[in-house]
Structure formats: C-alpha cells, structure tokens
C-alpha cells in the first residue's frame, strides 16, 4: 500500500488531505533525524525539532518555497523537506535553514542553495526575498544571518 501512494504522490493525484500523511510528524522526526546525524558527523551545529518545522511548514502555507508563477509546478504543495543552505556547506541545521519544498523542486535543484539558485536564474529574486524573509522570522535567525555573512565574506 505504501508504494501506491507514494507512486500517487509523485504522479500528484491525491487530494489535499492524503498528501498531508507525507507531512506527518513521524516523517518530519525521521527528515530531523537524518539532518541531526549529517550535522553531528560534520560537527555542524543542529537545534532543530518538530515543532519548528511545522510551524515553518504552516509559514509556507505548505507549499513549495521554490514554486513560483513562472514554474510548470507553481502551487505544488510541499512533500518534502530541504535546507535552503545545504549542510554539505557546513550551514547550521537550524528552524532557520528548512523549508518546504515538492520532491520534482528537490530532485532538480540537488546540491544548491538558495543563493545558487537565484544567483543562477532559476528562482527570482522575489522568490529569494520571500524565502530568506520567511526564514530569519524563525529560531535560529542569527545563526543563519551569521552563515549569510560568512559565505558572502563579510568580517565582523
């Protein structure tokens, strides 16, 4: 049963109300789980829970953060979930580094950030605006505003 709905999901013919099992609690502790082992075996620091997931999830109106008008997918709702920093860059796993994405988004943009993305033309800077926006309104904002200003050089 479980591989006809994720085959279901995929092929986006469910409604509403089946496609928020995906977002469940124990597929948000697992996606938590996951990210807390990357962090820790980076040394990265990692204060993520549930409870500041969901309540990002519900800011993005459970939708995708990528999907905008100019996309065949605009107004997916969001499936899965990602870090607009990637932790592969050593970006702090913090509420302030997840968003909500659609798995044909994620599977796309593998191994970019948001930056990247926008930097690179494949999300506008409106959407880049809205998603940081969104973002440093959650825990961990001056943990991710830190990041920022590493990544971009600045010295304090």
């Known amino acids: 049963m479980m591989i006809r709905i994720s085959l279901c999901l995929s092929e986006n013919k469910l409604g509403p109300a089946i496609r928020e099992l995906f977002?469940?609690?124990?597929?948000?502790?697992?996606?938590?789980?996951?990210?807390?082992?990357?962090?820790?075996?980076?040394?990265?620091?990692?204060?993520?829970?549930?409870?500041?997931?969901?309540?990002?999830?519900?800011?993005?109106?459970?939708?995708?953060?990528?999907?905008?008008?100019?996309?065949?997918?605009?107004?997916?709702?969001?499936?899965?979930?990602?870090?607009?920093?990637?932790?592969?860059?050593?970006?702090?796993?913090?509420?302030?580094?997840?968003?909500?994405?659609?798995?044909?988004?994620?599977s796309e943009n593998k191994g970019c950030d948001v930056a990247s993305l926008m930097a690179a033309g494949l999300i506008k800077k409106t959407t880049y605006l809205k998603i940081l926006k969104i973002l440093l309104d959650n825990k961990g904002a001056q943990t991710i505003k830190s990041y920022i200003k590493q990544i971009m050089g600045f010295i304090e």
């Open 23 to 106: 977002m469940d609690n124990k597929s948000i502790s697992s996606w938590i789980r996951q990210a807390r082992y990357r962090a820790n075996k980076k040394d990265i620091y990692s204060d993520l829970e549930i409870s500041d997931v969901k309540l990002t999830i519900e800011k993005f109106k459970n939708k995708c953060a990528y999907c905008d008008k100019s996309k065949k997918c605009w107004g997916n709702d969001a499936d899965a979930l990602d870090h607009a920093f990637n932790l592969s860059n050593e970006a702090p796993n913090v509420p302030a580094n997840v968003i909500p994405v659609c798995k044909k988004i994620k």
